[in-house]
């Protein structure tokens, strides 16, 4: 149990590093083309800003995460892996654009402070929280025999075949059928 839970501060730890370099090329390039020159490359588009920032950021961390964070983790496909961390990175990103969009247009409060308080300060917690949740479920799998989960909770079975000369495991996931592709 002990062994579990320090694994799990490992995890985090190594997330939030990962995180806190994302948070940087975010916050950094938002307010850049938010604030930078007179006026602003997007002074008047927060919220294009802010889609542009975190996915320039969100190349970054898929990159932190796949090769420190979760490296000793089996990958299960790089097309897989890349579509589910853009997926629920963008979920995590509407999650910041909403408490933007409601600070800065409801709530009528559009100074660089309150902008940056909504994106990057709420909107970055809730967000951080749903990630990491998220990416250790569904993208990152510990084992790749663990019984896996789709987007709406369905179990996905996985054959996995061994190559008795390399040694190594490849998987494949049958259809809805229960086939498996050819």
């Known amino acids: 149990m002990l062994d579990r839970l320090l694994g799990l501060v490992r995890e985090a730890a190594k997330f939030g590093v990962v995180g806190a370099v994302g948070f940087i090329v975010d916050v950094g390039l938002f307010n850049l083309l938010r604030f930078a020159g007179d006026p602003g490359v997007l002074e008047h588009k927060p919220l294009t800003a802010k889609a542009i920032s975190v996915t320039v950021a969100t190349i970054v961390t898929y990159l932190g995460n796949r090769h420190w964070t979760w490296a000793e983790r089996e990958r299960t496909g ?8 853009f997926v629920l990175n963008g979920i995590g990103m509407a999650i910041s654009l909403g ?10 409060l559009r100074s660089p402070l309150a902008d940056n308080l909504s994106a990057n300060g709420v909107g970055l917690i809730l967000g951080m929280t749903f990630r990491f949740w998220s990416y250790r479920t569904f993208v990152f799998r510990k084992h790749p025999d663990e019984h896996a989960l789709d ?10 075949h061994e190559d008795h000369d390399t040694g190594r495991t490849s ?5 809805r059928s229960g086939r498996s592709p050819t």
């Open 78 to 85: 790089a097309r897989r892996e890349v579509t589910l961390f």
């Open 99 to 108: 408490c933007l969009a409601i600070s800065h247009y409801v709530l009528d």
């Open 151 to 160: 987007l709406v909770g369905h179990l996905v079975e996985e054959d996995l």
């Open 171 to 175: 998987s494949s996931v049958p259809s």
